[in-house]
């Protein structure tokens, strides 16, 4: 059956605009923008070719996106596991050792406030449907929930955010290549656009930590802008050394 446009946009809103990813996206972007500002800052202290700067600037982007992205991928992976791991040790637990599992469900809630017969009829309940004795045990007693967030969607998330965010520090140095523009400001328009791009994930940064906007942003830029500075003389450093 062929897709229809309103199912295109229901899928696009899924992979890129879904609000569980906002923080893979958000950290992803600001290692994108930082690494290659970084990239792009240690190659203009250098005094390095336009050249040199694009290659290094997209080497940066592809290699440290994807391993940022399957590092992600893993970790959540793993946490997904050993949560499947934990509950299938619950099921076997009120196959196997039922009365004890009823007498840690009646404790959790008797440490709730709950007594006599209130108590021994939420205690029913709950031990009367194994999923949900199961998913009491696996959030009251072992604190745990599953994460509605998938791997592939998690690196997937990652990967874009740190190449669109961290592509900006390098539009102007390849955009002067494709239309061969004056090189003289390049630094200079990167570093601004960089700062723009930096704000801008700051600020989404906050929503996700429910911290003042400002702070948000203030954090970004100052990150950035040591990265910058560290690269930056760095590479003039070295420069200066073996060239």
Known sequence: MKP????????????IFNKDYISEFVYGGIDGA????????????ASADLYWVIIFGFANLIADGFSMSVGNYFSVKAERDNFEKHKAVEYWEIENLREKEIEEIREIYKSKGFKGELLEQVVEVITSDNDVWVDTMMKEELEMTKDDKTPIMTAFATF?????IGIIPL??????LIFDLPTDNLFLISCFSTALALMFVGYLKSKVTNKPWIKGVMETLVLGGLAAFLAYYVGE???AYFL
């Open 160 to 164: 874009l955010s740190f190449n669109i």
């Open 237 to 239: 450093v070295l420069a």
């Open 34 to 45: 930082i690494t290659t500002f970084a990239v792009v800052a240690g190659a203009a202290g």
């Open 171 to 176: 539009l102007a140095y390849l955009l002067s």
């Open 4 to 15: 229809t446009e309103s199912n295109l946009h229901a899928t696009t809103k899924v992979w």
